[in-house]
Structure formats: C-alpha cells, structure tokens
C-alpha cells in the first residue's frame, strides 16, 4: 500500500488545516489508517485512527474534540480536519496504514506502511 500525504501548512493558534491521505495499491478496509506526528526531539506519537472495517474513530486524548478523522465516500483517501490549533500541535504528521485490525492502534510499531510526513506549523 502507497500513501499520499498532503495538507500541510502554516497556521496562526486557533485556525484550522485539512490533512489527506490517499492510499492506492491495496485496501485497509479490515485494517487500520493511522495518523501520528513527530515533533523535533520527541518520539513519534499517535494522533487518530480509522478502523476499516467498523468505520470506527479513535483519537488521542490531546486531539479529541479538536481533530475529525473522516473517509470520503467516493475512494479511499482519509481526512484529519484539524481545528482549535495549538502551538503544540506543530509537527511533521505521518499518515500510516495496517492491512488486518491490530487492538494497539495507538502503537506506530503496529503499522508497516507509512507515507511521507507533512510539516504542521502553528504560531502562537
């Protein structure tokens, strides 16, 4: 499975960016497409995930209420519609994906396909 990610950019706190993954050569439909991000420094650290086959939503704590994960209905690409931003939140974001459903989501190990990272900058 290749992954596409996009999206991207620079944001003042309190605005908003739309992050997309496009995966194409395989289907994560009975696994999971993840989100994690990596600040300079820090170890990579888990954002949000779709689970494929329920369509089931899973976020961080420091994410949740703030960061929707959706899938569009005409293909496979998945969106991170970040709002609330915070300076925190800056970091190079990775979209990843599992073929078959693993219970630690949350675990980066636990994904072996991985796309290229997208900077998320956010001033205060």
């Known amino acids: 499975v290749q992954l596409q990610a996009s999206g991207g950019g620079f944001v003042q706190a309190g605005g908003s960016l739309r992050l997309s993954c496009a995966p194409s050569?395989?289907?994560?439909?009975?696994?999971?497409l993840g989100w994690f991000r990596q600040a300079p420094g820090k170890e990579r650290e888990f954002v949000a995930a779709l689970r494929g086959d329920a369509r089931r939503t899973y976020y961080s704590d420091s994410v949740k209420g703030r960061f929707i994960l959706s899938r569009g209905n005409a293909d496979n690409t998945v969106y991170l519609q970040m709002n609330s931003l915070k300076p925190e939140d800056t970091a190079v974001y990775y979209c990843?994906?599992?073929?078959?459903?693993?219970?630690?989501?949350?675990?980066?190990?636990?994904?072996?396909?991985w796309g290229q990272g997208t900077q998320v900058t956010v001033s205060s």
């Open positions: 990843a994906a599992r073929l078959v459903w693993h219970i630690h989501y949350y675990n980066p190990e636990n994904y072996n396909h």
């Open positions: 050569g395989g289907s994560f439909s009975r696994g999971a």
